[in-house]
């Protein structure tokens, strides 16, 4: 990952942690309204029913040895963890974000199974075939190199492991190219975002296959999460929030200002939330 846009994803997490653990929790994804995206619910049960309809849809009963890839501040990591009784391993570039994440896992008496450091997801410091679980909940985006951290999770996963890659997209291409507008929109979420730039679930596919993964799925479950950014955008704009934000500084009000580029593009259909898992032979 260059130094540039490594140092852009930490300085952005190092700063805007704290402020989504406030007001938030631990979770720092989004949240699932059922299939429709008209259940209502309350936005941290959004975001633990998201983990177990990914679960569900992967067909994933049991796991020993998780590795979360993204983990920010351990949410998905501590909730396997503890849900499998398994080891997790989390990684992160946020030097924050690891250390709350293994105060938290303390607090839940947690420690002695898992295990949070800084890490570079398109070079991990681990051996080949370590985990039978690879976990990327919405990090695929803040990759430079697609092809790169795909055969980095692969290298990590054991023969008979399965990979869940969950990972903002945009829309399918093969019908109709992007439009002018349309590159300008993803070029506003990547500067606000730190992302620098996302592809179609098909092209994630099409990686996947190259590996080669076996017993691919994909899905696109972006009306299911949809309504998370109008969510967000309301719980944004408190006395709590707001202060929060001005101690956070100039690029997370800058993210609170601009949550609005990442619900219309929903609801135009340009950004898509892609599901991806397949099995390492």
Same mark, same amino acid.
């Given at each position: 990952?260059?130094?540039?846009?490594?140092?852009?994803?930490?300085?952005?997490?190092?700063?805007?942690?704290?402020?989504?653990?406030?007001?938030?929790?631990?979770?720092?994804?989004?949240?699932?309204?059922?299939?429709?995206?008209?259940?209502?619910?309350?936005?941290?049960?959004?975001?633990?029913?998201?983990?177990?309809?990914?679960?569900?849809?992967?067909?994933?009963?049991?796991?020993?040895?998780?590795?979360?890839?993204?983990?920010?501040?351990?949410?998905?990591?501590?909730?396997?963890?503890?849900?499998?009784?398994?080891?997790?391993?989390?990684?992160?570039?946020?030097?924050?974000?690891?250390?709350?994440? #293994? !105060?938290?896992? +303390?607090? @839940?008496?947690?420690?002695?199974?898992?295990?949070?450091?800084? /890490?570079? %997801? *398109?070079?991990?410091?681990?051996?080949?075939?370590?985990?039978?679980?690879?976990?990327?909940?919405?990090?695929?985006?803040?990759?430079?190199?697609?092809?790169?951290?795909?055969?980095?999770?692969?290298?990590?996963?054991?023969?008979?492991?399965?990979?869940?890659?969950?990972?903002?997209?945009?829309?399918?291409?093969?019908?109709?190219?992007?439009?002018?507008?349309?590159?300008?929109?993803?070029?506003?979420?990547?500067?606000?975002?730190?992302?620098?730039?996302?592809?179609?679930?098909?092209?994630?596919?099409?990686?996947?296959?190259?590996?080669?993964?076996?017993?691919?799925?994909?899905?696109?479950? #972006? !009306?299911?999460? +949809?309504? @998370?950014?109008?969510?967000?955008?309301?719980?944004?704009?408190? /006395?709590? %929030? *707001?202060?929060?934000?001005?101690?956070?500084?100039?690029?997370?009000?800058?993210?609170?200002?601009?949550?609005?580029?990442?619900?219309?593009?929903?609801?135009?259909?340009?950004?898509?939330?892609?599901?991806?898992?397949?099995?390492?032979?």
């Amino acid at each position: 990952m260059t130094a540039t846009l490594s140092q852009q994803i930490q300085q952005f997490y190092d700063a805007s942690s704290s402020l989504w653990e406030d007001i938030w929790g631990e979770h720092m994804h989004h949240g699932y309204y059922g299939a429709d995206g008209k259940e209502q619910k309350n936005r941290r049960q959004a975001q633990i029913d998201l983990i177990e309809e990914l679960l569900q849809w992967a067909q994933v009963q049991q796991a020993e040895n998780i590795l979360d890839v993204g983990c920010g501040i351990g949410g998905s990591s501590l909730y396997l963890a503890d849900k499998f009784n398994a080891a997790a391993t989390g990684i992160t570039l946020s030097p924050v974000q690891a250390q709350r994440a #293994s !105060e938290r896992a +303390a607090e @839940f008496g947690l420690q002695h199974r898992t295990n949070f450091q800084v /890490a570079d %997801a *398109l070079d991990m410091p681990f051996e080949d075939n370590s985990f039978d679980l690879v976990w990327s909940l919405e990090s695929g985006e803040h990759m430079p190199d697609k092809q790169k951290f795909l055969q980095e999770c692969y290298r990590v996963l054991k023969p008979g492991g399965k990979l869940i890659l969950v990972t903002w997209c945009h829309r399918a291409t093969d019908e109709s190219p992007l439009s002018a507008e349309e590159k300008k929109h993803l070029q506003q979420i990547y500067e606000v975002y730190c992302l620098p730039y996302v592809i179609s679930l098909p092209e994630y596919e099409e990686i996947a296959r190259q590996l080669p993964l076996q017993n691919i799925s994909t899905a696109d479950w #972006s !009306e299911a999460v +949809a309504p @998370f950014w109008n969510v967000v955008i309301d719980s944004a704009f408190n /006395a709590k %929030a *707001l202060f929060g934000l001005l101690r956070a500084g100039w690029k997370t009000i800058q993210g609170a200002m601009s949550l609005g580029l990442m619900s219309r593009g929903y609801e135009s259909g340009l950004i898509k939330f892609g599901l991806l898992t397949g099995i390492k032979e």
